[in-house]
């Protein structure tokens, strides 16, 4: 993932359109901020949806030249990226058409709160290695992440999603992407209970009562979930081995 363009050419191209209009200035300025499109387009779209990302991120620039008010303070680099950065966000969250599970859809806020702030604060883009020490994962794994919506579950790279440092209490980012697969295998009925039993932590009995079950069922049928649960990592360890 590239790193964008400096921001003092970019808002020296900008300085020169808008003393002087032109087509030619005007071209300056977009060869200026193609460094940012790029950045911003790699981190939000991977390789998926080339042009269509890039038109997007030049959107974004041609509003900037339009609204940007110097009277207002922040530098055209400042000004721009944030518009490069929404058109081109606004463009992925509108095509997204695949499921995104939880700790995926947390760690793209992550991504678009940690860019925010680091651009408020310094007024350029993050590197790479910057993004995934904020999120706790390889490199790799930034642009798989972002990713996801645009492009199936099955198409990511899961591999490239793993924890640089581990929090006591707290499974890695790996381990809760392979409970979501795992997941998407229960039944309705064993979706409900392992809501009930691990995510609002209710006790068998309380379970029981809620799911109109005797307390007994609810243990068997937990134990059935969490065994089929197992066979399916046991599988998917095979598959990868195999692969």
């Known amino acids: 993932m590239s790193e964008p363009s ?9 300085n020169l359109y808008f003393e002087n209009p032109s087509d030619e200035t005007l071209n300056q300025v977009i ?9 911003f387009r790699r981190l939000y779209g991977g390789s998926a949806n080339y042009e269509d990302l890039y038109q997007a991120g030049m959107e974004g620039v041609l509003k900037a030249i339009k609204e940007y008010d110097p009277g207002k ?18 463009w992925v969250r509108k095509e997204a058409s695949y499921r995104r599970p939880g700790s995926i859809s947390g760690l793209q806020f992550k991504v678009d709160a940690f860019l925010e702030k680091w651009y408020k604060e310094y007024g350029l883009m993050p590197a790479p290695e910057q993004v995934a020490a904020e999120l706790g994962i390889r490199v790799e794994g930034v642009v798989e992440v972002m990713r996801a919506g645009l492009v199936s579950f099955e198409d990511i790279d899961v591999e490239a999603i793993h924890s640089t440092y581990y929090k006591s209490f707290e499974l890695p980012i790996e381990d809760r992407i392979l409970l979501a697969q795992l997941y998407k295998n229960l039944s309705d009925g064993q979706k409900r209970l392992w809501h009930l039993l691990f995510e609002k932590r209710m006790t068998q009995e309380k379970t029981a009562k809620e799911l109109g079950m005797s307390q007994r069922q609810v243990s068997r049928e937990k134990d059935k979930m969490v065994r089929q649960m197992m066979e399916d990592v046991e599988f998917q360890k095979g598959r990868k081995h195999k692969d």
Do not use: C
């Open 73 to 90: 303070g922040a530098s055209f680099a400042t000004f721009a990226g944030h518009k490069m950065m929404g058109e081109i966000r606004h």
């Open 6 to 14: 400096n921001p003092l050419l970019l808002n020296d191209a900008a």
């Open 31 to 39: 060869l200026a901020s193609e460094g940012y499109v790029k950045y």
